[in-house]
């Protein structure tokens, strides 16, 4: 079991940057490919990217694709969301996943329910 706890959310205006941190503690953080999602008020949950084990291949969503990196250190147990000329629409709750096990080379898939583990979530508001 790993537990997850996302930070580095806050309020900032459009065209702004943030970088998002999850930290994982618990079971190996190498075993576990990780994801990024966001969920607006209203709307279903959203995948933002995600990253394989090794952290060599990663996956965005095609709205996320030039604007958001995600990244991750196994050594510090922790993958990131580096999120770049942010828009309004970013706005929303981004959570953090894990899915355990998978080909260490492979990126996760972008459906929420092929993760076991989930953080709390930070908040991100964009203000135009």
């Known amino acids: 079991q790993v537990q997850l706890v996302e930070s580095g959310g806050g309020l900032l205006q459009a065209g702004g940057s943030l970088r998002l941190s999850c930290a994982a503690s618990?079971?190996?953080?190498?075993?576990?490919?990780m994801g990024w999602f966001r969920q607006a008020p209203g709307k279903e949950r959203e995948f933002v990217s995600g990253?394989?084990?090794?952290?060599?291949?990663?996956i965005y969503a095609d709205s996320m694709k030039g604007r958001f990196t995600i990244s991750r250190d196994n050594a510090k147990n922790t993958v990131y969301l580096q999120m770049n000329n942010l828009k309004p629409e970013d706005t929303a709750v981004y959570y953090c996943?894990?899915?355990?096990?998978?080909?260490?080379?492979?990126?996760?898939?972008?459906?929420?329910?092929?993760?076991?583990?989930w953080g709390q979530g930070t908040q991100v508001t964009v203000s135009s």
């Open positions: 618990g079971r190996t953080f190498s075993s576990y490919r």
């Open positions: 990253i394989s084990r090794s952290g060599g291949s990663t």
């Open positions: 996943a894990a899915d355990q096990g998978g080909n260490y080379f492979n990126p996760p898939g972008s459906r929420p329910s092929e993760y076991e583990y």
